[in-house]
């Protein structure tokens, strides 16, 4: 029975994963679906539940949080919650992982003040 409240849509695109808590290290990564709040991607290194990594797919970095990761024979399945979503310009794209990622957060921060000024 699929209790999930969203539909999911199989996508199978090889994406670049990050820790937030480690910016120089990128891992390779398989996105194998995607829904409005979350995703599932498939890597050969296990994560821990609650920390925050960023996925750069395509022309888009998410912040997001690990929710589960789950042996899947040599790799991990890992399902995370997409918090923010970012379009990266070609200038972005070229720059350093450090930085996409301050980008990312400051984008973040931005969608946040100005959310809480309009309930003001």
């Known amino acids: 029975m699929n209790r ?5 849509f199989q ?3 090889p994406a670049k994963l990050t820790p937030l808590d480690d910016p120089e290290r990128e891992l390779d990564c398989i996105l194998v ?3 409005g709040s979350g995703m599932k991607l498939v890597l050969s290194e296990e994560l821990v539940e609650g920390q925050m990594i960023s996925v750069e797919v395509g022309q888009h ?6 929710r589960h990761c789950t042996a899947r024979g ?3 399945a890992i399902g995370v919650e997409k ?3 970012m379009l990266l310009g070609s200038e972005e794209r070229n720059g350093a992982k ?4 301050q980008l ?4 973040y921060h931005l969608r946040i003040r100005r959310a809480l000024e309009c309930m003001a």
């Not at 970095?61 to 690990?66: C, E, I, R, S, Y």
């Not at 450090?98 to 990622?101: G, K, S």
Request: charged share 25%; no cysteine.
């Open 4 to 8: 999930r409240g969203e539909p999911r």
């Open 11 to 13: 996508v199978n695109a």
């Open 33 to 35: 679906d995607i829904s």
């Open 61 to 66: 970095m998410v912040l997001a949080d690990v």
């Open 74 to 76: 040599s790799k991990f």
């Open 83 to 85: 918090v923010h979503v």
């Open 98 to 101: 450090a930085t996409q990622i």
């Open 104 to 107: 990312l957060l400051d984008d």
